[in-house]
């Protein structure tokens, strides 16, 4: 698959000090896949103890929705969690929240179909050809439609938590 990024791998969003449900959190981007119908799996997940009895949580998503017959959307969320359990109040009641650092890193790309054309140079040389002067609006298109997406949902993760972009 030739790999066209519109969003490039690294593209972060942080908060620090940050109290959070982290079940809220992974249900808010599960229900934003679903609800536009992207097709996510959950890639890895490692929970670990700090030597001061905090918690390192890493979270990796992958998500894809068919654009087309040869174009694919794909976007990776990887979350990064550095903090301790704390006790705050919510509605009257104590329950338990995180607190610290969360980061998010996203990508997205659009995964452009090569077994039609094949994986040799020829292959390539024609595809080149075939998306500069047959499909160029179309992969345009898809490339801003990906990028839409991919911002709504950034811009929807940091409303959600009140956090910044970073780098």
């Known amino acids: 698959m030739a790999r066209d990024y519109v969003l490039p791998e690294g593209y972060k969003v942080k908060g620090i000090n940050v109290i959070f449900n982290l079940e809220d ?12 119908e992207w097709n996510w799996s959950e890639v890895s997940y490692k929970d670990s103890t700090r030597p001061d009895g905090g ?15 040869y174009i694919t959307f794909k976007v990776t969320v990887d979350v990064l969690i550095s903090g301790k359990e704390v006790d705050v109040e919510v509605g009257g009641k104590q329950t338990k929240r995180m607190k610290g650092l969360i980061e998010f890193a996203f990508s997205a790309y659009l995964d452009k179909s090569e077994e039609k054309f094949g994986k040799g140079k020829f292959g390539q040389d024609i595809r080149r050809l075939y998306e500069k ?12 439609a990906l990028y839409r997406n991919i911002i709504e949902l950034i811009n929807e993760v940091k409303a959600f938590l009140n956090l910044h972009v970073v780098g």
């Open 25 to 36: 959190i992974y249900k808010f981007i599960i229900r934003w896949f679903e609800h536009y």
């Open 133 to 144: 002067y047959i499909l160029r609006s179309k992969v345009e298109d898809a490339q801003e």
């Open 55 to 69: 918690k390192g949580i890493e979270i990796n998503l992958e998500a894809k929705k068919e654009h087309d017959n």
